[in-house]
């Protein structure tokens, strides 16, 4: 009798327990920027280039109360003075194609860095680097942080750079033709404050360029 009792304890603790994990599930709901219609096909083609889709990209679901975390959150860079925008253009909720709304660092290995304040749980993340035209950007490699100088505890969310050229490692990530949809990228409700973008030129030239990264989260 009493190991029945104690039995039905257990049991109710963990129905108890298990409530969190059954939170209700919503779909999000991306802001597209308005598409741009021309400029010349990209020549270019890579082993590990993903074929174009032009399926609608399913939906994501994430935890209730998940919005946008990153918007006019501070941002850090490799370069400090980008040759086109401000890095604050990152995260400011304009999207458009135009070169008003670009940023565009230096040759080399470059990162973008957002500050979210304090840790969070990151449900994905939406990156545009340039859609007005086709281009590829190579070594695109995501990752978050508690620590802010990305020494220690960093967890790689993306990684494309197939030859090692950016010295990541080998990434098992695609490389994709940029668009207005943006590149939808898992959190993996990965706990960080910090998040960094590395990025090193495109199939235009030797530059990297951004538009709007959109952190997702609570
Ligand atoms: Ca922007
Ligand atoms: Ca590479």
Same mark, same amino acid.
């Given at each position: ?73 501070? +941002?850090?860079? @490799? ?10 253009? %990152?995260?400011?909720? =304009?999207? $458009?194609? !135009? ?42 490699? +995501?990752?978050? @942080? ?10 790689? %969310?993306?990684?494309? =750079?197939? $030859?090692? !050229? ?53």
């Amino acid at each position: 009798m009493k190991i029945t009792t104690t039995l039905l304890t257990i049991a109710l603790m963990l129905m108890a327990l298990g409530a969190p994990a059954m939170a209700e599930e919503i779909e999000l709901k991306f802001e597209l920027p308005e598409p741009f219609f021309g400029g010349t096909p990209v020549d270019y083609w890579g082993p590990n280039l993903e074929e174009e889709s032009f399926k609608p990209r399913p939906a994501f679901k994430a935890e209730a109360g998940t919005k946008i975390i990153s918007k006019g959150k501070a +941002v850090t860079s @490799s370069d400090k003075n980008p040759a086109l925008g401000e890095l604050k253009m %990152l995260v400011d909720g =304009d999207k $458009d194609y !135009s070169k008003d709304s670009l940023i565009e660092l230096g040759e080399g290995v470059q990162w973008v860095q957002v500050d979210l304040g304090a840790e969070s749980t990151l449900e994905c993340l939406l990156l545009w680097h340039f859609h007005e035209g086709n281009r590829v950007y190579f070594d695109v490699v +995501v990752q978050a @942080s508690n620590d802010k100088e990305f020494k220690k505890d960093v967890i790689t %969310l993306y990684n494309n =750079d197939f $030859d090692n !050229s950016a010295g990541f490692g080998v990434g098992e990530d695609k490389e994709y033709k940029d668009n207005d949809k943006g590149r939808l990228i898992d959190g993996k409700d990965t706990k960080a404050q910090y998040v960094r973008v590395y990025g090193q030129g495109n199939t235009a030239n030797d530059l990297t360029n951004f538009v709007e990264l959109e952190i997702w989260g609570r």
